[in-house]
């Protein structure tokens, strides 16, 4: 079945530094990818998506390529501050049946002034 | 981005005990969901539900877990007979309102259940 893998967590940076947090997918069909945030104490807020293969997802400075060949969807942002300290899912929704999400495992983040 | 609010924000019940949460969307939308978090663990789906029936269930979504709409606006999640394994985070989504985009999800804030 459709799955999402995540790289390990957690990530720890200091602020202003460079993030990238992995994801790989495997589907049998063309599933928006997404990226979601958790804050703590909070649910799960949608940060930014992607439909087909090459679109380029972007919101408050993080930006994620939907890449077809590699099946990535990998999460950067050039500057992390201590406010995107959280908790970052990847996932897929297969566009066949409900548009279910399916979730990678999730990569805590933690940003140190 | 739409609302979703969801009841209690807490629930703590014996083992064994019927519980039912609540999820209210404050616009319209078609589809609904239920996901689950395990503290420390990925969020699961367990069941999509539109046009007022189950869309799709997870193998989670056993004979223990329905689903309904019962008022045309709250959407509840109900657990028969409790068991320690279902204490989690509990979480409503919705999509399909006004964009039409049913893969875009909104979810609510969460009840965490706790089962003692």
């Known amino acids: 079945g459709d799955s999402v893998t995540q790289m390990e967590g957690p990530v720890t940076l200091s602020e202003e530094a460079f993030l990238t947090i992995n994801c790989t997918y495997t589907?049998?069909?063309?599933?928006?990818l997404f990226w979601y945030v958790q804050y703590p104490g909070e649910g799960l807020q949608l940060l930014l998506k992607?439909?087909?293969?090459?679109d380029k997802g972007s919101n408050k400075g993080f930006e994620a390529t939907y890449r077809k060949e590699t099946t990535s969807f990998h999460l950067e942002k050039g500057s992390v501050q201590v406010s995107d300290s959280a908790v970052y899912f990847c996932?897929?929704?297969?566009?066949?049946?409900?548009?279910?999400?399916?979730f990678g495992q999730g990569t805590t983040l933690q940003v140190k002034p | 981005e739409p609302e979703v609010t969801q009841t209690p924000s807490h629930q703590v019940t014996q083992m064994g005990q019927e519980v039912i949460l609540h999820c209210v969307p404050i616009?319209?939308?078609?589809?609904f969901y239920w996901y689950r978090q395990i503290l420390g663990q990925k969020v699961e789906f367990l069941v999509s539900?539109?046009?007022?029936?189950?869309?799709?269930k997870s193998e989670i979504f056993d004979d223990q877990f329905s689903v309904e709409r019962p008022d045309g606006s709250n959407f509840t999640l109900k657990i028969r007979s409790t068991k320690l394994e279902d204490s989690a985070m509990y979480f409503c989504?919705?999509?399909?309102?006004?964009?039409?985009?049913?893969?875009?999800?909104?979810f609510g804030p969460g009840t965490r259940l706790t089962v003692l």
């Open positions: 616009s319209n939308h078609l589809y």
């Open positions: 539900f539109y046009n007022n029936e189950i869309s799709e």
């Open positions: 992607a439909t087909k293969a090459d």
């Open positions: 589907a049998t069909g063309y599933p928006s």
């Open positions: 989504a919705i999509s399909a309102g006004t964009s039409g985009r049913y893969d875009e999800q909104f």
């Open positions: 996932a897929l929704s297969d566009r066949v049946n409900t548009g279910k999400l399916i």
